[in-house]
């Protein structure tokens, strides 16, 4: 498994990274444990959580999923070999994250929310910590293809960034944290961070994980040219659109057990003429001989500006296929027809 470093610093993540965002819910404990067992086996020691996690939110499972991790280094007494992240919530009306309030990003609720991780996990420090989502008010994922409502609307009580740097920068002193990271972040998001720890000389900004796919690389070409040049690293999630990009979907289908059938949350992937754009990706990939989620997978570890492809999987042989995406070989032929599509149809499901 190739390694790459992360950032301006001397830490090297592996080209793909395990998602655990269905443990607690679609996979119990011990599915939890043989997904990472397996993962290790094939040189994934790179663990993605959330204190949000598993999806959907809902207060009677927040946190599932940091526990199950906990319990597998407990178990295996491997915390030193594992790079592990996790995130805290942004601003957000679910009230179950703070004892019943809405969340924010303050030095309270970042506090609270560390302890609850740290606890979870049953370690003393987190990797990479990152910030799920941000406290301003923004579009889902932050990179919308058209403004929408202008002028951009504005929380009286939004916490400026150089204040949530402080905070962050504050838990690395404090050695809760090792690094510092952004999600669902836009280019003017990531700059400003940047400039603030900077300006404060505090703890950088290392990562940046957004979604990335065949069906959405809005991460090109702004967030690209910021992260390039300031040194954040992209942890992409989503490289399967939410299994949109595997082909189960195509036609229309919703099989039974599948995340779109149990949840009805694939709105993002279910924009006007994304099922006819997603048909079209997944015909290529068969077209190459090859299974839809490989190909969908092995075109985002082929990202020279990927840090790390943040997969995820319910089954042991969804797994498997996933972790073969790192040693396809991403062929000139394959680039160009990805980027005929790419060029016909731009990014349906930002």
């Known amino acids: 498994m190739q390694k790459r470093r992360l950032g301006r610093t001397d830490l090297t993540v592996p080209q793909i990274c395990l998602g655990t965002m269905t443990w607690g819910e679609q996979n119990t404990e011990a599915d939890a444990h043989r997904q990472m067992d397996f993962a290790l086996d094939r040189g994934v020691n790179f663990l993605d959580a959330a204190e949000l996690y598993p999806i959907p ?49 303050t030095r309270d609720d970042v506090h609270h929310a560390i302890e609850g991780s740290l606890k979870r996990l049953q370690t003393d420090h987190i990797d990479l910590y990152q910030l799920h989502f941000p406290e301003r008010i923004v579009p889902w994922g932050s990179n ?13 009580d939004e916490t400026p960034i150089g204040e949530i740097v402080a905070i962050f920068d504050d838990l690395v002193k404090a050695g ?18 940047v400039g ?18 065949l069906v959405n690389r809005t991460f090109e070409v702004n967030l690209a040219e910021v992260c390039g040049r300031e040194d954040v690293g992209l942890l992409a999630y989503s490289p399967l659109a939410q299994g949109y ?32 754009v997603q048909l079209e990706y997944n015909n290529l990939a068969r077209s190459f001989g090859m ?22 999987a319910t089954t042991m042989a969804q797994l498997d296929l996933a972790l073969s995406s790192a ?24």
């Open 196 to 213: 603030e720890s900077e300006r404060q000389n505090a703890t950088r900004v290392i990562s940046l994980q957004n979604a990335y796919n």
């Open 144 to 156: 919308p293809t058209r403004i929408g409502k202008w002028p951009l609307e504005r929380a009286a």
């Open 327 to 350: 040693s396809v070989v991403w062929t000139d032929e394959m680039e160009k027809a990805v980027d005929a599509i790419h060029q016909r149809n731009g990014n349906p499901c930002p």
């Open 57 to 105: 939110p809902k207060p009677e499972t927040q946190g599932r999923t940091e526990e199950m991790i906990g319990t597998w280094m407990k178990a295996r007494g491997n915390r030193g070999a594992m790079i592990v992240a996790s995130k805290v919530v942004g601003r957000t009306a679910m009230t179950w994250f703070r004892d019943g309030r809405p969340a924010r990003v």
């Open 291 to 312: 299974d839809p989620a490989l190909f969908a997978n092995a075109f985002v570890c082929s990202r020279p500006f990927v840090s790390s492809n943040i997969i995820g």
């Open 176 to 193: 809760k944290i090792r690094h510092f990271g952004l999600s669902n972040e836009s280019a003017w998001g990531v700059m400003r961070f």
């Open 245 to 276: 990009l595997t082909g189960k979907y195509d036609h229309g289908a919703r099989p039974p057990g599948s995340r779109s059938a149990l949840f009805n949350r694939g709105q993002r992937y279910e924009t006007p003429n994304a099922a006819q």
